[in-house]
């Protein structure tokens, strides 16, 4: 059974930085992508970035040049560098990927709270 396993959520002051990581456990042949979403209450859930598996990445306009998501292939994880943090910012970050574990699947994390608030 595949799994992903989000850290590094927390609280942190307007300007600040955070760095979220989400790995993925379980027998898994391929990557396709790795990503993050964001949810606040009331609102769908919004693509923040997303990283394929050749090292293509794309944003939401809202993050662009203050957030980068990387990845470690050989350990199935992904990282998002959150910097410049907002108020806005403030959600509840998910991991999501797209991946072939006896067959293609999508999975997602738990979730991990981000609050930025001075």
């Known amino acids: 059974q595949v799994q992903l396993v989000e850290s590094g959520g927390g609280l942190v002051q307007p300007g600040g930085s955070l760095r979220l990581s989400c790995a993925a456990s379980g027998t898994i042949s391929h990557v396709n992508f790795m990503g993050w979403y964001r949810q606040t209450p009331g609102k769908e859930r919004e693509l923040v970035a997303r990283?394929?598996?050749?090292?293509?990445?794309n944003y939401a306009d809202s993050v662009k040049g203050r957030f980068t998501i990387s990845r470690d292939s050989a350990k199935n994880t992904v990282f998002l560098q959150m910097n410049s943090l907002k108020p806005e910012d403030t959600a509840v970050y998910y991991c999501n990927a797209g991946l072939f574990s006896s067959g293609y699947r999508e999975v997602w994390g738990q979730g991990t709270l981000v609050t930025v608030s001075s």
């Open positions: 990283i394929l598996s050749g090292g293509a990445a």
